[in-house]
């Protein structure tokens, strides 16, 4: 097929050793509550308690920082990318123009109104102190130590789409639309589609009729008569593609 799609979710990176994002380590406890991803990956909370939000972030996605591409993204290299990771896998493999969707762990952005202009710039992470957490993580987002609250085209923010936040160009959102609306083929791989862009995504494809497949162990079934459906893990695809 000449130009195939294809869109990745946390299936294909879980085989690298990062949990997927709803899993058991997924949740976080203030005081006596535990907090669900979403509600603890949000823009509010980031406001009202950055300390938590980024203590979250720093154990849940910063400590997979160091973790290596595997098979898949390394077969997924020179193909026509869009990834709802933030993990920079696909990066790591040697794709050159994937679009990450929901953003990058390795990079962070000014904190801005969103739609703004801002550039993105490399989070220092070798600099956290595992023995002073809060207040490295505080000094790299550059966030007063006094108020403990991010101040607006002052602080940082991780670059990482938060559930309350909507799709801007900064995450190459018209981009990404482009390419699902010029592909004449869509591949789905390890994604439940409980995210917008793969709703997006999805219908693209019905409205343009083109073949659809998709690479799940345990897959939705589409009301959509051009579906092909591959009932297995990521790596297992690859193998017979």
Same mark, same amino acid.
């Given at each position: 097929?000449?130009?195939?799609? $294809?869109?990745?979710?946390?299936?294909?990176?879980? %085989?690298?050793?990062?949990?997927?994002?709803?899993? /058991?380590?997924?949740? @976080?406890?203030?005081?006596?509550?535990?907090?669900? +991803?979403?509600?603890?990956?949000? !823009?509010?909370?980031?406001?009202?308690? +950055? #300390?938590?939000?980024?203590? @979250? =972030?720093?154990?849940?996605?910063?400590? =997979?920082?160091?973790?290596? +591409?595997?098979?898949?993204? !390394?077969?997924?290299?020179?193909?026509?990318?869009?990834?709802?990771?933030?993990?920079?896998?696909?990066?790591?493999?040697?794709?050159?123009? =994937?679009?990450?969707?929901?953003?990058?762990?390795? *990079?962070?952005?000014? =904190?801005?109104?969103?739609?703004?202009? #801002?550039?993105?710039?490399?989070?220092?992470?070798?600099?956290?102190?595992?023995?002073?957490?809060?207040?490295?993580?505080?000094?790299?987002?550059?966030?007063?130590?006094?108020?403990?609250?991010?101040?607006?085209?002052?602080?940082?923010?991780?670059?990482?789409?938060?559930?309350? %936040? $909507?799709?801007?160009?900064?995450?190459?959102?018209? %981009?990404?639309? /482009?390419?699902?609306?010029?592909?004449?083929?869509?591949?789905?791989?390890?994604?439940?589609?409980?995210?917008?862009?793969?709703?997006? &995504?999805?219908?693209?494809?019905?409205?343009?009729?083109?073949?659809?497949?998709?690479?799940?162990?345990?897959?939705?079934?589409?009301?959509?008569?051009? #579906?092909?459906?591959?009932?297995?893990? &990521?790596? %297992?695809?690859? *193998?017979?593609?």
């Amino acid at each position: 097929m000449k130009n195939t799609l $294809y869109i990745t979710g946390a299936g294909v990176s879980s %085989e690298s050793g990062i949990p997927t994002f709803r899993g /058991e380590d997924g949740f @976080w406890t203030i005081g006596s509550k535990n907090y669900t +991803p979403m509600e603890m990956a949000t !823009r509010a909370m980031y406001e009202n308690n +950055p #300390v938590e939000f980024l203590s @979250w =972030y720093y154990h849940r996605f910063a400590t =997979y920082r160091n973790h290596g +591409p595997n098979e898949v993204h !390394r077969w997924l290299s020179d193909k026509n990318l869009i990834t709802q990771n933030i993990d920079g896998l696909d990066g790591k493999a040697g794709n050159k123009d =994937y679009i990450a969707i929901h953003g990058r762990l390795d *990079q962070m952005t000014l =904190y801005h109104q969103q739609g703004d202009d #801002v550039s993105c710039i490399a989070t220092p992470w070798e600099d956290v102190d595992s023995d002073n957490l809060v207040t490295s993580l505080l000094e790299i987002f550059n966030i007063d130590q006094q108020t403990k609250r991010p101040k607006l085209n002052q602080s940082n923010k991780p670059y990482v789409l938060l559930f309350d %936040e $909507y799709y801007t160009d900064l995450y190459r959102i018209t %981009e990404a639309q /482009e390419r699902m609306m010029a592909a004449e083929k869509m591949v789905f791989i390890g994604t439940s589609f409980s995210v917008n862009i793969t709703q997006m &995504a999805l219908r693209a494809g019905i409205n343009n009729r083109i073949p659809i497949e998709i690479v799940d162990p345990a897959p939705i079934e589409l009301p959509y008569e051009h #579906v092909t459906y591959h009932k297995m893990k &990521a790596s %297992e695809y690859i *193998q017979q593609a």
